[in-house]
C-alpha cells in the first residue's frame, strides 16, 4: 500500500468521524473517545504516509482518477507530519476537557476532525483550485471551533474578526492564482512553476505583483505583524484550548507552506529571490520584536501565548526570509538560515501547543484566564506545572530544550554573513532581544499561575489523565528534539531535497552522529554537542542539590517590621510589564497622523501655521529627550547598544 492511498484513507475515516460524532454529541465521553479513536487512526494513516514519503528516494506520490488533484512530496509530507502528531494530542486532550463547557458536542467534534482533514488537504494537493477548496475549507470549520462559545459576544466578535481576515487572506491568493491562470490556461502547480521564469523574464510588474499578493495573503494567515494583531489575539483565545493548541501550533504553519510551495519550490533562486528573502527576512524580525513586546503586556493567559505566535512566527519568517537571500547569492549560510527557521517551525508546534493545553489546564480548574486572580497552582497542579514550565524554557531558548537549537541557528546563520546583507547583524540583535522578552513573558505566566503559597479554596487535584497524558508527551517532545536536534533536522534535510537544486549532502552541512556542527568548506564553524550541556546541567542540579539539602528554615514573613498577609504571597502579573514600560515604551516616540480642520482656508499665516508647529515639535522632541534620561542603568545599556548598532550599520553601508 503506497503513501497516496493511506492518504485517502485517512482522509475517508476523517469524514465518517465526522458524521458518527455528529450523531452523538448528547454523549459527550463516548463521542470524545470516537472522535479521538477513529481521528487517531487517521492521523496514524497520515503520519505513515508521511514518513514514508520523506525516507523513501522516490518519486512524489500522486492520485489517480479522480483523486488526481492529490499530491505527496516531501515538503507536503514534513507539514503533514506535524499536522497528524499535534491533531493526535489535541483530541486526547478533548476528551475531558470538552465536558467542561457542559453543551452538545456535536459542534465540536465533527469539526474538529474536519479542520484536521482541511489542514491535511491543504499540503496535499497539486491542484491550485483544489488549495483553495481546501483553504476555505480549513477556515470554514476552524470558524465554527473559534464561536463554539457562541453564547459569549465577544466570541462572535473574535470569529468576525478572524473569518474577516481569513477572507482577505484567501482574496489575495486566489488573485495571484487567477493570475498565474491566466498565463497558464492551467490550475496544475508544476506548469506554473514552469511558468514563473518566463512571467519574471517578460512581464517583471505582473511578476513581481504576484509574489506580494501571495506573502500578503499567506502572511495574513501565518499571523505576521501587523495583519497578525488584527484578529490572532482575538481568535485563539476564544477557541477551546484543544482547537487553540492546533491554531497556533498547526494552522498557522499553513501560512508557512503556502510561502516555501511558492518562493522556495516554485520560484528559482534569482536576484527576485534575494528581494524578497530580504522582504520576508525584515517582516520576521520586526514581528518577533513586536509580537513578544505586546505578548509581555498581557494578563490574559491565552492571549499572552497568542502574542507569542506572532513574535515566534517572526523568527521563522527571518529564517525562511535569510534562506532565500542568502542562497540566491550562493551563501551556504543559507542552508543554515533555511534550516533554523523549519526546526523552530518544527519546534514551536511542539511547545506551543503544549503551552495552549497547560492554559487549559488552568481555565479546566479555575475557570479563568486571568492571571491576577490566580497564583500558588504548582502544588495542586504538579504535572501541569511542569509541563508548562518545560514549554516556558523551550520557547525561551533554554538549552537543552528543542527552542535554543532553532534559535541558535537563525541567530548564528544571520549574524556572520553581514558583508552580503548587512542588516542581518542587526535582525540577530533584535532575536537576541526578543528572546530574553520571551523568558520574562514565561516567567510572568508561570509565576504568576503557579508560583506563590497556594490558595485556600483549591483544594483540587490535578486535570484528569488524558489531558496530563497529552502535556507529558508534548513535554518529552521538547526535551528530545533538543537533546537529539539531528532527528527533526534530518526530517528538515529530506523535506528540502526536491525544492533545492544541487543541495548538499547532510554530512557535508551538519556532520554525523548527535552532534550538530555546521560546516563551511570542510571546516566546522560552530558546534552543539547536547549530551555535553546535559550532562553538564546534571552535575550542576547534583551540586546545587547538595548545597540546599538540609538549609530549609521556616520563619514568618516580614516586610520592614510589618508582618505580610499570606493571602498577599502572590506574583502579580501587572508589575512585570511596569518597569519595561517605564524604561523602554515611554522613551519610544509616537507618530500623530496629521490632521486638516480647515480645509476651505486657502491663505496661510506663518506664525500659526508654520512657527508654532516647529516650536511644539521641538518642544516634544526635547520632552522625549528628557525622558530618556531616566535614571535607570537598563535604559542608558539599551542607547549604547543601539548606538553600536547604528555604528555597524553605518560601517558595512559606507565600508
Excluded at 71 to 91: A, N, R, T, V
Excluded at 127 to 154: G, Q, R
Aim: some cysteine; charged content about 10%.
Amino acid at each position: 500500500m503506497n503513501g497516496m492511498e493511506l492518504l485517502l484513507q485517512g482522509f475517508g475515516i476523517l469524514v465518517v468521524g465526522a458524521i458518527i460524532t455528529a450523531l452523538l454529541g448528547k454523549w459527550h465521553r463516548l463521542n470524545g473517545w470516537m472522535a479521538f479513536v477513529l481521528g487517531s487512526i487517521a492521523s496514524v494513516l497520515l503520519l505513515i504516509s508521511a514518513i514514508g514519503t520523506l525516507t523513501s528516494s522516490a518519486m512524489p506520490t500522486k492520485g489517480s482518477g479522480i483523486f488526481s488533484i492529490f499530491f505527496l512530496d516531501k515538503l507536503s509530507s514534513f507539514f503533514l507530519l506535524i499536522i497528524s502528531g499535534i491533531s493526535i494530542m489535541s483530541l486526547l486532550y478533548s476528551i475531558r476537557y470538552i465536558e467542561h463547557y457542559r453543551k452538545s458536542t456535536s459542534l465540536y467534534y465533527p469539526f474538529l476532525l474536519l479542520f484536521i482533514l482541511g489542514m491535511s488537504g491543504v499540503v496535499s494537493v497539486r491542484n491550485m483550485f483544489a488549495f483553495l477548496l481546501f483553504w476555505e475549507f480549513m477556515t470554514l470549520t476552524s470558524y465554527f471551533l473559534v464561536i463554539y462559545e457562541s453564547e459569549k459576544p465577544e466570541n462572535l466578535l473574535a470569529g468576525f474578526r478572524y473569518f474577516f481576515w481569513s477572507f482577505l487572506s484567501a482574496g489575495c491568493v486566489e488573485l495571484a492564482i487567477a493570475l498565474l491562470y491566466i498565463q497558464t490556461n492551467s490550475f496544475d502547480m508544476s506548469i506554473m512553476k514552469g511558468a514563473i521564469p518566463v512571467i519574471q523574464e517578460k512581464h517583471p510588474f505582473m511578476f513581481h505583483s504576484l509574489l506580494a499578493l501571495f506573502l500578503i495573503g499567506f502572511g495574513i494567515k501565518a499571523g505576521i505583524f501587523p495583519f497578525g494583531n488584527f484578529w490572532l489575539p482575538d481568535a485563539h483565545p476564544a477557541a477551546p484550548s484543544p482547537v487553540s493548541a492546533l491554531l497556533s501550533g498547526v494552522m498557522i504553519k499553513t501560512g508557512v507552506y503556502g510561502i516555501l510551495r511558492t518562493f522556495l519550490w516554485m520560484l528559482p533562486l534569482s536576484p527576485a529571490s534575494n528581494i524578497w528573502g530580504t522582504v520576508i527576512s525584515a517582516m520576521g524580525a520586526i514581528s518577533l520584536v513586536m509580537g513578544t513586546l505586546s505578548a509581555l503586556e498581557q494578563t490574559d493567559s491565552k492571549r499572552l501565548l497568542a502574542f507569542h505566535s506572532i513574535g515566534q512566527m517572526g523568527y521563522i519568517f527571518l529564517g525562511v526570509g535569510a534562506g532565500l537571500a542568502l542562497l540566491s547569492l550562493n551563501s551556504p549560510f543559507g542552508y543554515f538560515a533555511l534550516f533554523g527557521g523549519m526546526l523552530h517551525l518544527f519546534n514551536h508546534s511542539i511547545f506551543k501547543s503544549l503551552l495552549f493545553l497547560s492554559a487549559g489546564s488552568i481555565l479546566y480548574r479555575k475557570g479563568t484566564r486571568e492571571l491576577s486572580q490566580l497564583g500558588g497552582l504548582a502544588s495542586s497542579m504538579p504535572l501541569t506545572f511542569l509541563s508548562a514550565l518545560t514549554a516556558s524554557l523551550a520557547i525561551g531558548g533554554i538549552p537543552p530544550l528543542n527552542g535554543f537549537v532553532s534559535k541558535w541557528l537563525l541567530v548564528f546563520s544571520t549574524s556572520i554573513p553581514a558583508r552580503l546583507h548587512y542588516e542581518f547583524p542587526i535582525w540577530a540583535i533584535a532575536g537576541i532581544f526578543a528572546s530574553g522578552l520571551t523568558i520574562a513573558s514565561m516567567l510572568k505566566y508561570v509565576g504568576s499561575a503557579f508560583m506563590g503559597l497556594k490558595k485556600e479554596e483549591d483544594n483540587f487535584n490535578d486535570v484528569p489523565l488524558t489531558m496530563q497524558i497529552s502535556q507529558i508527551l508534548l513535554a518529552a517532545a521538547c526535551l528530545i528534539t533538543g537533546v537529539v536536534a539531528v532527528l527533526p533536522l534530518g526530517i528538515i534535510y529530506n523535506s528540502l531535497r526536491e525544492s533545492i537544486m544541487n543541495l548538499p549532502s547532510y554530512e557535508q552541512l551538519i556532520g554525523m552522529g548527535i552532534e550538530i556542527a555546521p560546516k563551511l568548506k570542510g571546516l566546522t564553524i560552530a558546534l552543539w554537542n547536547p549530551m555535553l550541556i546535559l550532562l553538564s546541567l546534571i552535575v550542576l542540579s547534583v551540586i546545587f542539590y547538595e548545597f540546599i539539602r538540609g538549609a530549609k528554615k521556616e520563619t514568618t514573613i516580614w516586610l520592614g517590621g510589618v508582618l505580610v498577609d499570606r493571602r498577599n504571597l502572590v506574583y502579580d502579573p501587572h508589575s512585570y510589564f511596569f518597569t519595561l514600560r517605564r524604561g523602554i515604551w515611554s522613551n519610544i516616540p509616537s507618530i500623530p497622523l496629521p490632521r486638516i480642520e480647515r480645509l476651505g482656508r486657502l491663505s496661510v499665516a506663518p506664525g500659526e501655521d508654520v512657527y508654532e508647529p516647529l516650536i511644539r515639535l521641538g518642544h516634544r522632541f526635547i520632552e522625549r529627550l528628557r525622558k530618556s534620561h531616566s535614571g535607570l542603568l537598563q535604559t542608558y545599556i539599551l542607547w549604547q547598544m543601539l548606538g553600536l548598532a547604528i555604528v555597524i550599520l553605518l560601517i558595512y553601508v559606507f565600508k
